[in-house]
């Protein structure tokens, strides 16, 4: 169970992902009615020709500057637009801060949606189709990874640009691992493999665990268990569309996680965003940190010896998750819709992609990226960084469904009763399944 942490706080994340109270602003999304125009009536363009275009980015610290550095740039390659980046939060409240823009009228020209929220965000008639962009540009479409193609189409349409990617993988601590006489693992290794290990390099006299997990209930407790799910043959919603497609699935990876809780092995996280659980990785008391190529600067700054190995399967199979995030573009106007789609498509060229990836933490959204020397170079010199973009061959992401924050919420408090004790494996998972049934079951 968890324990407070005695290291000093690092930096927060880069990035976090959906909170628990983001359903309630996909309610309000949903029943908003939208205005027909945003607030740059006529056509956007000013009296000497220059457009303006609002950017709310979602970012903070590391990859604000790193946007920052790639705007100035923009403006100097294309001086009749300008974008201005001044409005907007961070991307935890996207979500309630884009319902209300577009309930009143006054919504941005592009923002930075979680790709897991899309699909709600994208039912404003105000949500401009980029397929028309990415299909004429630089980089040829079937040239970025599937996670990140996915995770913008629905119903195959392009309903929004690809601004991030990262990927799961278990980034462990080589001194702990050398202390308890464990070897390090290696790709193709099951979740067998990972319990028993968890369990060899815990030592709860010290103060030490094997591994660890957000306990709060929200998107960052979740996503950990989809890949489970999957290589076990389920899926997040079922062929029939009217129930969840891992009730039976759910429960065998729950029971990972009821062995991890067993053996007292895993540090339960209570706060949203797994800091706690980051700290005591950096600290030197934990042995292997689920995570993604976001966290490792931070694990860098700490002095931690590590190497990154891909998830553990129950197949053998490589399997994991992407998580992609998204530039949403809205229609505030013709030269508007223009001036944002040509800075869109030029910050997804993989020139602009590699240093927005190197600076701020995140994987190529191409092949072409990945080639470039920079990426090159990034990745000879970041420990992991190559296993990161090596699993993205296989990832996998959360399906583009207006009910997806409902099952979420449902499958994380299933989650909580387990790590906490007080719910077996198949009784969390009824309580899911009725839960996020019944979701499914609302007329959209």
Known sequence: MAVPPSVNAPSPPRRRVLRRGGALALTALAGAAFPGCGTGRGDGAGADGRVTIELWHGQADTARAALRRLVADFHRSHPHIRVDMGGGVLADSMLQKITAALASGAYPDIAYVFGSDLANVARSPQVVDLGGTVGSAGTPWKNYWAPARTAVTLNGRVRAAPALLDALAVVCNKKLFAQAGVPLPRAGWRWRDFVSAARRLTDRGGGRFGTGW?????????????????????DVIGDDGRSIGFARQGVRALEVVEDLVRDRSVYVDPKPGGEQMYQVFQGGRMAMAVTGPWQLPDIRQAGIDYRVVPLPSFSGRPVTISGPDTWTVFDNGAARVRAARTFVDWLMRPAQDVRWGADAGSLPL???????PRWQREARRTEGLATFTEA???????????????????????LVSVLLGRSSPAAAMRACADEADAALLIPR
């Open 366 to 372: 191409s092949r072409h990226a990945r080639a470039l």
């Open 214 to 234: 957000p306990g709060a209930g929200d998107e960052d407790t979740v996503w950990r268990l989809w890949p489970m799910i999957w290589d076990l043959g389920g």
């Open 392 to 414: 993205l061959e296989g990832a996998r992401v959360r399906p583009t469904h207006p009910v997806y924050p409902q099952v979420s919420q449902a499958l994380g408090q299933a």
